[in-house]
């Protein structure tokens, strides 16, 4: 994949272009990983038919040094940023699609992009202040690794394996690569945002959402409750339902590309057609 950096606020972000001349499309990654991940998105007839832009969030990927993750990053840095990003790309109309923490930075990012045509989340359970940690997330405990600075190649590798469905073979090593490169305070940053005035209320965010929101769910997660979405608000839910994937864990879109290239494309579609 190559890479284009922008400068924002002084921090270098990288970020790759799947080529496409259609609308726009910003993919998020998750904690401790980075577009790579994206790769059967943008290398696939989607990413011919749209302007895909994956990038690499401050602390992980190509997207260091850092210089504060302490000020500047954590979920509410991300939001900002990310809307920074979309502005100086000139992603006008564009569709935000966020994995895992990248569905919480998209959601925190939605209201500050005005013309945002849509948001795709999954792996992202939408929290409220306080967090309902237990009701949201199943007991794993990768989870701990999430937020950790310093993390053993045991509890990367554990971390890793529940990004998937229990018994996934996973036969590409760009996942340990990431997390072994992810700057730490990077997560610990993540872990200190969850708190009064850390982030906004997803909760009421997806209760107040005017774009369309779709909520993808893979069925063999090991990390997200998906009964928590029962219980939630959420108005422009896309074809009324949050979008279940059987064969999938935490990470649909590359677990299982096709039926997730699937289900995105027509959401896009549907935002932007």
């Not at 998105?41 to 850092?66: C, N, T």
């Not at 992009?113 to 202040?129: N, Q, R």
């Not at 996973?170 to 730490?184: H, Q, S, Y």
Request: with cysteine; proline share 7%.
């Amino acid at each position: 994949m190559q890479y284009d950096h922008l400068s924002i606020d002084g921090q270098r972000v990288a970020y790759t272009n799947s080529g496409g001349d259609g609308p726009a499309v910003l993919l998020i990654h998750g904690n401790s990983s980075s577009s790579r991940t994206f790769q059967p998105q943008l290398e696939s007839e989607l990413g011919r038919a749209y302007r895909m832009v994956a990038i690499d969030l401050p602390g992980f990927g190509d997207s260091q040094p850092i210089a504060d993750a302490a000020s500047g990053l954590g979920i509410q840095g991300y939001g900002r940023l990310v809307a920074k990003v979309v502005d100086a790309l000139q992603l006008r109309d564009v569709v935000l699609v966020g994995w895992s923490l990248g569905g919480h930075v998209a959601l925190e990012a939605v209201e500050e992009i005005p013309g945002c045509k849509g948001v795709l989340i999954y792996g992202a359970p939408p929290l409220a202040f306080p967090p309902d940690m237990a009701a949201a997330f199943l007991p794993n405990p990768a989870m701990g690794a999430a937020f950790n600075p310093q993390l053993s190649e045991a509890e990367m590798h554990g971390f890793v394996q529940a990004f998937f469905a229990p018994g996934y073979v996973v036969d590409d090593d760009r996942f340990m690569e990431d997390i072994r490169r992810a700057d730490g305070s990077a997560r610990a940053a993540i872990a200190a945002s969850i708190r009064p005035g850390g982030y906004k209320d997803e909760v009421q965010v997806v209760a107040n959402l005017r774009t369309p929101l779709a909520v993808l769910h893979g069925a063999q997660e090991q990390l997200i409750n998906g009964a928590y979405f029962d219980a939630l608000t959420m108005p422009t839910l896309w074809r009324g339902a949050v979008q279940v994937i059987a064969d999938a864990g935490h990470a649909p879109h590359w677990e299982t590309p096709s039926t997730f290239n699937a289900l995105l494309g027509d959401f896009l579609a549907d935002c932007t057609g």
